[in-house]
């Protein structure tokens, strides 16, 4: 729509253009042919003074007539006429007299005898604002118009002439081509726009692709790095709080906190433990996973999180939900990613409006998770970005999280898509097949 816009506008602007260009030069040479006319009529009706002033009775009419057709006849005045008197007689025709005679001219035969009259679609001669002769169409007025008063004391006429340009003569095959340049222009610019594009997207899944494959070393170096940095937190916190109810006496609270801490650690040990397989090039262990008990353990272990932010976790997976064969521990990377994403996006949020939840479907061939948060969702930005490694908005994040979970989603064969929600927030959408199994 923009495009056929902007070739319009192009279009219009050039074409207009060229067509403002022809059409003043066709009326600057309009303007001539009017010159070429007014001259031409003014000579013709100085004659007819000078005429006048010569004529006598022994003057031959037929040699006069001869070579003044517009002259239609001449008499001789009853009294000597020291001015000059004009009489319309009709017809484009008028006695002009003086001195001892008096003229019949014919306006008509006047102008059939100048080249240039034939030029203009309209020709008129006003005398004291009648007109005395006009030819060709004088009811449709033209697109030009050319005015001037006749500098002759005995016939002080104004000469009009109109004309209209002629359309025909405009760059009709310029006009053409100019419609079909700004086409291939515009054409030619998205087309290489788009492959620019591309060939940056190109650059973008290579550069992805290339991290996501990196050598083992650097990709477990970035993954233990992003993986390991929430569970040391928490043990951290939990110690913490151990050893201050340690200093209080109240040695009876202590146990939870310390199991919560080992926990933590049997999940780092566990990542590890992934690591080293991954070393070492070994088959993942693939067993029957409950989505519903790893959703409770992600829950479980950002407790801290959930509580400090005052978090809702909303769980809509169906108690009926099947297991299916998959790497719980990639499952619980996938979902703790996603969720601790959730969770900071809406840090900033009121109290208690916080919250993060999930659903999930089965299908004929695999299965369906949702994941939304109440958070301000993902920008324009972050929506084409979020699975590419270093991708981050966060000053204290890495951008490995989701560049991490689309790994583990694609090696369980399955998909993570990333949108906003309609009202507002991010909508993880995750399909996997249910004979899940590593490529
Ligand atoms: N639920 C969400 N709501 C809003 N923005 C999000 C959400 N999840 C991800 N994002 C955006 O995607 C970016 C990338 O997320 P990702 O988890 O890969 O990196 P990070 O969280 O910034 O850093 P880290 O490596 O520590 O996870 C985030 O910085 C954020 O801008
Ligand atoms: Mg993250």
């Not at 997976?317 to 998959?326: E, G, R, S």
Request: glycine residues 6%.
């Amino acid at each position: 729509m923009l495009k056929i816009f902007l070739w319009l506008a192009l279009s219009l602007f050039s074409g207009g253009g060229l067509v403002i260009y022809t059409l003043q030069d066709q009326y600057e040479e309009h303007s001539v042919a009017f010159r070429i006319l007014y001259r031409d009529v003014t000579v013709k009706l100085s004659q007819h003074e000078t005429i006048l002033s010569l004529l006598s009775v022994t003057s031959d009419p037929s040699v006069l007539q001869q070579k003044f057709p517009q002259i239609l006849a001449w008499k001789p005045l009853p009294h000597t006429a020291s001015t000059y008197t004009l009489l319309p007689a009709g017809n484009g025709t008028y006695w002009v007299s003086a001195q001892h005679f008096a003229l019949l001219i014919d306006l008509k035969a006047l102008l059939a005898e100048l080249p240039q009259s034939h030029y203009f679609q309209h020709i008129r001669l006003n005398w004291q604002n009648t007109p005395l002769i006009e030819l060709g169409a004088a009811d449709q007025p033209t697109y030009w118009q050319w005015d001037k008063e006749l500098s002759s004391t005995a016939q002080p006429f104004e000469l009009s002439a109109g004309n209209d340009p002629d359309w025909a003569r405009l760059p009709w095959l310029l006009l053409l081509l100019s419609l079909l340049f700004w086409a291939g222009i515009i054409y030619f610019t998205s087309q290489y726009r788009m492959q620019k594009r591309q060939r940056n997207i190109a650059v973008l899944r290579e550069h992805f692709s290339e991290l996501t494959r990196l050598n083992a070393m650097g990709e477990i170096t970035a993954g233990i790095v992003h993986e390991l940095n929430q569970p040391l937190t928490a043990i951290l916190g939990y110690n913490q709080a151990a050893l201050r109810l340690i200093d209080q006496q109240q040695i009876d609270k202590v146990p939870p906190l310390l199991d919560a801490a080992v926990t933590q650690i049997k999940r780092i040990s566990a990542l590890l433990q992934q690591f080293r397989q991954k070393l070492a090039n070994s088959q993942a262990a693939f067993q029957k996973v409950n989505l519903g008990k790893i959703w409770q353990r992600v829950t479980m272990l950002l407790e801290n999180e959930i509580k400090r932010d005052k978090v809702k976790i909303i769980n809509k997976i169906p108690d009926n939900f099947p297991d299916f064969l998959a790497e719980p521990l990639w499952i619980e990377q996938i979902l703790h990613n996603i969720v601790t994403n959730a969770i900071q996006a809406q840090q900033h949020k009121a109290t208690g409006d916080a919250w993060v939840a999930i659903s999930a479907e089965q299908s004929a061939e695999g299965m369906t998770i949702v994941i939304t948060d109440g958070g301000p969702g993902l920008s324009e930005q972050a929506l084409q970005q979020v699975f590419i490694p270093f991708f981050t908005t966060r000053p204290e994040g890495l951008g490995l999280g989701m560049a991490l979970t689309e790994t583990l989603v694609q090696r369980l064969n399955g998909n993570i898509k990333a949108e906003n929600s309609a009202g507002q927030g991010a909508c993880f959408t995750l399909w996997f097949p249910f004979n899940t199994q590593e490529e």
